[in-house]
Structure formats: structure tokens, C-alpha cells
């Protein structure tokens, strides 16, 4: 069964670093997400993105963050200077096309842990 | 802004019972997707089971099962015959189908099953 991969599972940086962190979308979906949950506390929305441009974001979504889908294949999530209350999980998630773009499947997450 | 409740933070049942947990939504929309979304120690994102706003009959995903009351805007889960790998925070979550489909979430309730 198809499935979204993210990598690191868990990437420890010191503040003021950039990271990226990568995922691979199920192959045929068309809508790709960002969504953080710090620890403890709800999931929250950061971006979605369809047709190589961002279609919705939030307002935690500021000019720290960036996303990417270098190669048709990758979706990435750049924070450029992270800062201590960076930390979270960071789940990308994917839709397929019109009929299901409802159904959002998600990756395993990657744990930011911001020293 | 569409805002989701789950008023239980903690619940906790024996093995084999049956349980129901609550959420509530507040929206002014029509046309809408809730979801119910697991989350296990791992933290691994999986979905439980969908309701479409338009439908009248509730959702039934082998035990789990949901009450769906659009006027009131309730949108309850009840698993049925609980087992130990129910153990796990559950996620209450509201689709727009107006605004690129980004999922508001709910706080969460965990919920443990006991042997």
C-alpha cells in the first residue's frame, strides 16, 4: 500500500540553524501539507501546496518557512533560522485527485527538537 | 473561523467495553468533512474513519462508529468492543470544502484501554 515517507524521524539542531525536512507524497497525489504539533498541544495547519505553488498558509506559516518540491517527487519544509519554540513534530500529509483530495494521508512525522 | 472541541482530555475503559468519545465543531458552513484521527505512541498520524456533511447516515468502520448531528454540530466516536491497541490520543478533526481543504483539529482526548 502506498504511503508517505518523511525523513529525519527526528533531527536535533541549535537555534539560529536552518533545516530542511523532507517527504515523499504517494505518487499520484496532487495536494501536499504541513502540519506541526508542538508537544502536548493540538495539530495545527501550516501549508498546503498544489501545483508547485502555496495554496493556502497560516499564520504561523511566516518568512522563516519555506516550501519546495525540487524534483516532482520530494516536498520539503525549510525553516531558515530556528528558533526554540520550533520544536514539534512536523507531519507532511497528501491528497489525490479531485474525486478524494479530501482523504488526507499522512507521513510518520519528523521530531524537531531546537536546542 | 471553524473551531473544533473535544471536551474529554482523558478517558479510560476495560478491555472489551465500549466507550464514545465527544467532539463538537462550530461552523458556518454547509459542505464539510469530519474526521476521526488515531494517534499511537509512535505518533504516527492514522485515519479512523469520515464523515461527508451531506450524508444523513452515520459512518460505521468495523467497531467504530459515529454519531453525526448536524445541527447540533456534534460529531461523536464510538468504538465498540475495545481493544489494548485502541490505546492512543484520538483526534477530532473539520475539513472546508472552501478553503483548500487544511484540517482544523481538535485538542485531542486520550484514550486508555485497560486489560
Known amino acids: 500500500e502506498p504511503e508517505v515517507t518523511q525523513t529525519p524521524s527526528h533531527q536535533v539542531t541549535q537555534m539560529g540553524q536552518e533545516v530542511i525536512l523532507r517527504c515523499v507524497p504517494i505518487s499520484n497525489h496532487l495536494y501536499f501539507y504541513w502540519y506541526r504539533q508542538i508537544l502536548g498541544q493540538k495539530v495545527e495547519f501550516l501549508v498546503s501546496f498544489y501545483n508547485n505553488e502555496i495554496s493556502e498558509k497560516s499564520e504561523i506559516f511566516d518568512d522563516q518557512f519555506s516550501v519546495e518540491r525540487p524534483d516532482g517527487s520530494n516536498f520539503t519544509l525549510k525553516i531558515r533560522s530556528t528558533k526554540l519554540e520550533d520544536s514539534a513534530m512536523y507531519f507532511c500529509?497528501?491528497?489525490?485527485?479531485?474525486?478524494?483530495?479530501?482523504?488526507?494521508?499522512f507521513g510518520p512525522g519528523t521530531r524537531l527538537t531546537v536546542l | 473561523a471553524q473551531t473544533v472541541t473535544q471536551s474529554q482530555p482523558e478517558m479510560s475503559v476495560q478491555e472489551a467495553e465500549t466507550v464514545t468519545l465527544s467532539c463538537t465543531y462550530d461552523?458556518?458552513?454547509?459542505?464539510?468533512?469530519l474526521f476521526w484521527y488515531k494517534q499511537p505512541p509512535s505518533r504516527q498520524m492514522i485515519l479512523v474513519i469520515r464523515q461527508e456533511a451531506y450524508k444523513q447516515q452515520n459512518a460505521t468502520e468495523n467497531r467504530f462508529s459515529v454519531n453525526f448531528q448536524k445541527a447540533a454540530k456534534s460529531f461523536s466516536l464510538k468504538i465498540s468492543d475495545s481493544q489494548l491497541g485502541d490505546t492512543a490520543m484520538y483526534f477530532c478533526?473539520?475539513?472546508?470544502?472552501?478553503?483548500?481543504?487544511?484540517?482544523?483539529w481538535g485538542a485531542g482526548t486520550k484514550l486508555i484501554i485497560k486489560p
Open positions: 478533526a473539520f475539513q472546508s470544502m472552501d478553503s483548500n481543504y487544511q484540517l482544523i
Open positions: 500529509a497528501s491528497s489525490g485527485l479531485a474525486v478524494s483530495k479530501n482523504e488526507q494521508f
Open positions: 461552523t458556518s458552513e454547509s459542505n464539510y468533512y
